[in-house]
C-alpha cells in the first residue's frame, strides 16, 4: 500500500510534464529562428578565457582569482568586437518578436513547463537510489548552510540575493552567452546545448560529497541546463535564461527555508 501511495505523486508528475511539453510545443516555445551555424566564429581567445574564468570560479586558485579571467575575457570581447559581444547578450535580430519585458516572460514560461519535469527526475532519482538501491541521500552543503541562517534575517536576505540574482547572472554569462556561442564553431545549436549542459552539470559536483547525491545532482542540473540552453538559443538574450535559472534557484531557497 505505501509503495502505491508513493507512485501516485509520479503519476501525476509524469502526466503534467507531459501537458506542459505538449502545451509548450503547440505555442512553439521550443522553435528556433535561427540558422543551425552562426555566421560569425566565437573567437578562441575569448573561450579560452571563458574556460579559465569557469575552473577558477569552480576550483579556487590561489595564484588566480576567479575575476581576474572574467575582467581579461570582458576587456578581449569589448575590444575585439563590441557589437558582437553585445549580440550574445541581446540579439535583437533573429526573432520577430523580442523585448526586456518578453524575454523575462519567455523565461519564466520555460521554468513553468520544466518545473514538474525538473521535479520528476530529482525526487525519482532519489526514491530509485534509496528504495531500490538502500543508499542514503545527503543533504547538499547549501541546505543545511541556509537552514543555520533562519535567524540572522540580513544576511539570509543578502545570500538569497547572491544565489537567486548574482549567481545565475554569472553562471549564464559563462556558460550560455560564452561558452554556448562558442561551441557553436563546432557544433549544431542543439549539439552546443548538449555539450555546455554536461559542463555546466559537471561543475556542480563540488556541492556534494557522496556518489549518490553527485549523481542526483549531475543528472537534476544537466536536465535544468538543458532549457537554460533552449531557452537562450530562442531568444540570443541572456535574460531569458537568467530567468529561469533565478526562478529555479529561488524556489529551491525558499522551499528549504519553508519546509
Given amino acids: 500500500m505505501e ?13 503534467l510534464s507531459i501537458l ?5 510545443y503547440k505555442r512553439q516555445l521550443f522553435n528556433f529562428y535561427k540558422i543551425s551555424y552562426q555566421e560569425k566564429p566565437y573567437p578562441w581567445i575569448a573561450g579560452i578565457f571563458t574556460i579559465l574564468a569557469i575552473l577558477c570560479y569552480l576550483l579556487p586558485f590561489p595564484p588566480i582569482s576567479w575575476y581576474i579571467p572574467l575582467a581579461l575575457l570582458l576587456v578581449y570581447l569589448g575590444i575585439k568586437d563590441r557589437n558582437y559581444f553585445l549580440s550574445t547578450i541581446k540579439d535583437n535580430q533573429t526573432l520577430p518578436r523580442t523585448s526586456v519585458l518578453w524575454d523575462i516572460a519567455i523565461g519564466g514560461a520555460f521554468f513553468i513547463v520544466s518545473l514538474p519535469l525538473l521535479s520528476l ?5 532519489e526514491w530509485i537510489l534509496s528504495e531500490i538501491f538502500k543508499f542514503e541521500i545527503p543533504k547538499q552543503h547549501f541546505i543545511d548552510f541556509i537552514k543555520n541562517l533562519k535567524n540572522d534575517k ?7 540575493f547572491f544565489v537567486s540574482v ?3 547572472i554569472y553562471e549564464e554569462f559563462l556558460y550560455r552567452a560564452n561558452l554556448q556561442t562558442w561551441l557553436k564553431n563546432y ?4 549539439g552546443a546545448i548538449l555539450v555546455s549542459s554536461f559542463f555546466f552539470a559537471i561543475s ?7 556518489f549518490q547525491g553527485k549523481l542526483i545532482v549531475i543528472i537534476s542540473t544537466f536536465a535544468a541546463s538543458i532549457y537554460l540552453g533552449l531557452a537562450y538559443e ?3 538574450s541572456l535574460l531569458a535564461p537568467i530567468t529561469i535559472h533565478a526562478l529555479i534557484n529561488g524556489t529551491t531557497f525558499l522551499q528549504v527555508l519553508l519546509f
Avoid at 506542459?20 to 509548450?24: E, G, K, M, Y
Avoid at 540580513?154 to 538569497?160: C, G
Avoid at 556542480?204 to 557522496?210: A, E, G, P, R
Fill in 204 to 210: 556542480h559536483y563540488l556541492t556534494i560529497q557522496s
Fill in 166 to 168: 548574482l549567481v545565475p
Fill in 187 to 190: 557544433f549544431s545549436p542543439f
Fill in 121 to 125: 527526475v530529482q525526487n525519482g532519482l
Fill in 234 to 236: 530562442r531568444q540570443r
Fill in 154 to 160: 540580513p544576511f539570509l536576505i543578502v545570500f538569497f
Fill in 20 to 24: 506542459s511539453h505538449w502545451v509548450a
Fill in 3 to 15: 509503495n502505491i501511495d508513493v507512485i501516485y505523486p509520479f503519476i501525476f508528475l509524469v502526466l
